[in-house]
Structures are given as C-alpha cells and as structure tokens.
C-alpha cells in the first residue's frame, strides 16, 4: 500500500494507464494530476490547473500516451509525449455543455444546449487522424432533460437518464434509464429509476450489468439484448452512508464501490454479497479504480491523498 499526495481538494475521479505504471487524478478546483508509479516516491506531474469545472471522463488512450478528460464542455487531451494539451468542443452550432467517450475512444457523445438542443454521436475516423470524428447520430433534447450519458466499453452500447421536459414543473418529473445502441442511438430497452436525484451510471466490462448509486443504495439492472430493464436490485450499504464512486474489477465479478464512511466496499455480482471492505483512515472516499490487469486499485479521498494497493482478481 502507498499514499500519494495531490493537491489539497476532493479526488474528483480516477484513471490507470493501460499499463498499470501511472494513474492519473482530477483534483476539485485543483485540476489534473499524474504519477508515474515506476518510481519509489513518485511526484505528481499537473497537466492542467484549477480553472474550468471538471466534467468527469478521466482516461488514457489506449497506448497509455495520452490522459484525456473532460472540461467546460470540451474534452482535453494530454500527450504525454509532448508535454502539450488540446482541445476538442464537438461543437454542433455554438454550446457544447458536455462531453462523454467510450472506453476505447472510439465513440463520442456530446450534449449541446441553446440553440441547438441535442445529443449527438459520433465516431472516430478511418484514417487514424485524431483531427477526423464523423457524425453518426442526433437526438433532440427540445422536450427530454438528458443526464450523464455513459458507453459500454467496448462502444456498443450507451446509458443515459432521461425525463420529460415538458410542463411547468418539468424538474420533477420521473426519471427513466435508457440503453441504446452506440452507433445507430436506436432505442434498445428502458428501466425504472426510484430516485429523483441523478447519479452516474456504469456499464460492466461484458456489457451485461448497468450499475449506479443513489446515497447508500447500489442499483444493478441486467442488460437483455433487446428488452425492457425493468426495476432495478438494489443493494444497501450496511454502515448506511452514502456511496460515492464505482468501479468494476476487469473480470467482472467484483464491483468496488467508495463511501462515505471511509472506505472501499468490494461486492460479488453474482449474488451482490459485500466479500470484502478496505479502509486506512484517509476520510471520505470520492473515487476509485482498478488497473486494466486487475492487479492494483487505487482511491482518492477529500484531502486530496490517493491510496493504491494489491488486489486479488
């Protein structure tokens, strides 16, 4: 176990290289920050300052080379190589308020207000040009709230919670979970949410569970190909303090879920018993994460430390 120090703030969100040899951190307020772990007292490389509001999507590329996240309605990219940072909008007209990409970075949603009012796909070009994204999709956001969008690993499929936005009292109107496909935006299936709060959603590594959180319940919904969601199980944390971040081990069959109350939750997805619990004394968790390989996992409190660790698969 080792103690890593960013900058003094929340941990917003966590990402490991492919590798498992950096991790990466969003610090509120403070901005992005990067270990490499290789060394034996690692010092924290800031990519990008405090200014502007993160937004979530905190991940490397796939060769490990670039950190990309999301901010101010733009999605950034560090490359790593360079030591330079871009920027891309996705802009349709003129306000791109949100940005979300798939695991592999093939696929992009983003979201759009005034006066365009929509949720637009699209896919990375042929010609491996990072420049090239092509427009796949577009749905009308006029008369639906859309919150927090989220895609399967591989793509294929995405998430997302809606509402009617229609009525004077439109904020309170039932929410509803919505899977679609990724490349088409073809209506798949919808499920119920008991909750008036929005929280995000996550897709496990097959595809086959969507998971969230509201205070100190967890939400599983299997994902039948096509086919309504249905209600949700939902799975209470004992000590009845809220949940704050998910994350599911590579294989599938753990789900580690960060708390309030100090610590890591791990819970097996086949019968969602919690099978073990990790706790250092750190604060309250806000994030968490696990090594493509499943070897190590790491979370990030309030004070701004990350704690990584040993797991077994």
């Not at 993160?54 to 990309?68: A, D, E, I, K, P």
């Not at 793509?155 to 039932?174: H, K, Q, Y």
């Not at 704050?244 to 791990?266: C, F, I, K, M, W």
């Not at 018993?273 to 706790?279: I, L």
Request: overall charge negative.
């Amino acid at each position: 176990m080792r103690v890593l120090k960013a900058a003094e703030g929340v941990i917003l969100d966590l990402a490991f290289s492919p590798d498992g040899n950096a991790i990466a951190a969003a610090v509120e307020f403070q901005g992005v920050f990067l270990w490499n772990l290789g060394s034996h007292t690692p010092s924290p490389i800031r990519l990008a300052n405090g200014t502007g509001s993160y937004q979530g999507g905190l991940q490397f590329s796939r060769n490990g080379r670039t950190v990309c996240w999301v901010a101010d309605g733009a999605r950034r990219e560090f490359d790593r190589d360079g030591k330079t940072t871009s920027e891309r909008s996705f802009v349709v007209t003129r306000l791109t308020i949100g940005v979300t990409q798939s695991q592999d970075g093939n696929r992009v949603a983003s979201q759009h207000g005034f006066p365009d009012f929509c949720l637009t796909g699209w896919r990375a070009g042929d010609n491996d040009s990072d420049d090239e994204w092509i427009r796949t999709w577009n749905i009308s956001t006029a008369d639906v709230a859309v919150e927090r969008p989220t895609f399967s690993p591989d793509g294929r499929l995405f998430a997302m919670l809606a509402r009617s936005a229609v009525g004077d009292r439109w904020s309170s109107n039932p929410r509803r979970v919505e899977v679609r496909d990724g490349a088409t935006s073809a209506l798949l299936g919808t499920g119920d949410y008991p909750y008036s709060i929005d929280e995000p959603l996550q897709f496990s590594p097959d595809g086959q569970q969507l998971v969230g959180f509201n205070d100190m319940t967890l939400l599983v919904w299997p994902v039948p190909a096509p086919g309504p969601l249905g209600t949700p199980k939902l799975i209470r944390n004992d000590t009845r303090k809220q949940f704050t971040a998910l994350a599911y081990h590579p294989s599938g069959r753990q789900l580690y879920a960060a708390s309030n109350d100090e610590a890591v939750h791990v819970f097996d997805t086949t019968h969602w018993e919690r099978v073990r619990r990790f706790s250092w004394g750190m604060g309250r968790l806000k994030s968490v994460a696990i090594s493509p390989d499943g070897t190590l996992a790491g979370a990030g409190g309030d004070r701004g430390d990350v704690v990584i660790w040993d797991v077994d698969g």
